[in-house]
Every structure is written in structure tokens, then in C-alpha cells.
């Protein structure tokens, strides 16, 4: 009966290395961008308390905001300034699409995923479910 005894070993071993599955059942509410104008430029006042409530980098997000905006922008005193004038319904579309893409899992739909990179290639991995998906790079 030496078999069963790995068996149950091996069993172990693959319940402690399963992802811990959350339990909260609260819904994760989409944060919104506040902004207003500047002259010509677009001030987003909440960019780091976004990107914290995410659990993504700002840089990363400030990324995929500038390319999906086709715009360029730059960082002061904890206030990132888009060049161009974009109001708050496209801000904050571009904002869902993000976590869409970046931050909400592909198979059980919730928040609760990180980037991890390996060989070149960046996945979504879900804390919640263990689903991994490739998501494509900001250039």
C-alpha cells in the first residue's frame, strides 16, 4: 500500500499550491477618471489612486491611456496632463477598456489578477479562478 501513501502526499501537495480563491462578494465598481481642462491640455487629477484600486502600475495604465488616446502627456506633482482636450465619457471609456483588457479575468470575470511576465510574453493571472491568458504588450 506504499501507492496510496504518495497518492495522498501528492494530493496534499497539489491543495496547497491551488490558487486561494476569493471570497468577497462585493462588486468591484469601475473607478472614474476626474479630470478637467487646462488650455489646450486635459488634467487627470486621480491617475495613481486608480491605477492602486486596479492593482496596476500607473505607468502601465498612463501607457494605454496615451496610446489609446493617440496623444502624448507628461506627469507633474502627482497630476498627469494629456495633451488635447478629452472629456470625462471618453476618459473613463478608455479606462473600461483597460481593465477589460488588462485588468478583469477572461474566464470568471473578476478584478482579482496580476501581470506576471515570462520569456517575453505577459499573462493575466487570476488569483481567483487560476486562469491565465496572454495579454499583449504597451509599446
Not at 462588486?27 to 492602486?52: A, D, H
Request: proline share 2%; aromatic share 10%.
Amino acid at each position: 500500500m506504499a501507492w496510496k501513501h504518495k497518492y495522498e502526499d501528492l494530493l496534499t501537495n497539489a491543495y496547497k499550491n491551488l490558487p486561494k480563491i476569493s471570497k468577497t462578494t462585493t462588486r468591484f465598481e469601475i473607478p472614474v477618471v476626474s479630470g478637467r481642462f487646462e488650455g489646450n491640455r486635459t488634467l487627470v487629477s486621480n491617475l495613481n489612486q486608480i491605477s492602486k484600486k486596479l492593482d496596476r502600475e500607473v505607468k502601465h495604465l498612463t501607457k494605454f491611456l496615451l496610446k489609446a488616446l493617440a496623444t502624448t502627456g507628461e506627469l507633474k506633482n502627482n497630476n498627469f496632463y494629456f495633451v488635447g482636450k478629452f472629456n470625462s465619457k471618453r476618459l473613463n471609456e478608455k479606462l473600461g477598456q483597460y481593465i477589460k483588457e488588462f485588468v478583469t479575468c477572461t474566464q470568471c470575470k473578476k478584478p482579482d489578477t496580476s501581470l506576471k511576465k515570462s520569456k517575453g510574453i505577459t499573462f493575466k493571472q487570476c488569483q481567483a479562478c487560476g486562469a491565465r491568458s496572454s495579454v499583449r504588450s504597451i509599446k
